[in-house]
């Protein structure tokens, strides 16, 4: 029982810490941290809002037109408006799709396991197919800790066995 709860624990303190750097780095400016520094310009961290404006002026006029055809699908545009997606990719996000907090639902059930799963039912509103996705996750990761597992005994009691 003892190990369980300190990997729970272990895991938990991870997170926690990889939370605060993340935080603390979040709200440092960045030209605080290279003011000074040979071989790196400034510039890169400061952010051009004219640059970017033209950057998405093409995603802009795409998110346009499917809020004023909501039933639009990518095929209906490459048809009628080909310029539109003319630099989209038809495939679908690899990872299966938003889940909850914009993480996948199959690395909530990966990494948090039955948890990960109660909470993906939960925060999607009963979505049956998110669940399940979670559900591929949790099973996933079971098996890999199992074949780790595996490995690591099959190997401590290999070198058990050959220094006798």
């Not at 996948?104 to 993906?120: A, D, N, R």
């Not at 669940?131 to 690591?152: D, P, Q, R, S």
């Given at each position: 029982?003892?190990?369980?709860?300190?990997?729970?624990?272990?895991?938990?303190?991870?997170?926690?810490?990889?939370?605060?750097?993340?935080?603390?780095?979040?709200?440092?400016?960045?030209?605080?941290?290279?003011?000074?520094?040979?071989?790196?310009?400034?510039?890169?961290?400061?952010?051009?809002?004219?640059?970017?404006?033209?950057?998405?002026?093409?995603?802009?006029?795409?998110?346009?037109?499917?809020?004023?055809?909501?039933?639009?699908?990518?095929?209906?545009?490459?048809?009628?408006?080909?310029?539109?997606?003319?630099?989209?990719?038809?495939?679908?996000?690899?990872?299966?799709?938003?889940?909850?907090?914009?993480?996948p639902s199959f690395l909530w059930?990966?990494?948090?396991?039955?948890?990960?799963?109660?909470?993906?039912?939960?925060?999607?509103?009963?979505?049956?197919?998110?669940?399940?996705?979670?559900?591929?996750?949790?099973?996933?990761?079971?098996?890999?800790?199992?074949?780790?597992?595996?490995?690591?005994?099959?190997?401590?009691?290999?070198?058990?066995?050959?220094?006798?």
């Amino acid at each position: 029982m003892k190990k369980p709860i300190l990997k729970t624990i272990s895991m938990f303190m991870a997170f926690a810490l990889l939370f605060v750097q993340t935080q603390v780095y979040a709200h440092a400016p960045l030209t605080d941290k290279f003011n000074n520094v040979p071989g790196v310009d400034d510039s890169v961290f400061q952010l051009d809002e004219a640059s970017l404006e033209v950057a998405m002026a093409d995603l802009n006029k795409l998110d346009s037109y499917l809020q004023q055809h909501q039933d639009a699908t990518y095929q209906d545009v490459a048809k009628n408006n080909a310029q539109l997606v003319a630099n989209v990719s038809p495939i679908a996000a690899p990872a299966g799709g938003d889940g909850p907090l914009g993480i996948p639902s199959f690395l909530w059930g990966c990494v948090f396991g039955v948890i990960g799963i109660l909470l993906v039912y939960l925060m999607t509103d009963n979505d049956m197919d998110e669940t399940k996705k979670a559900l591929w996750g949790c099973l996933t990761g079971v098996g890999v800790a199992l074949i780790l597992n595996f490995v690591v005994f099959a190997g401590a009691a290999s070198a058990a066995s050959s220094s006798y």
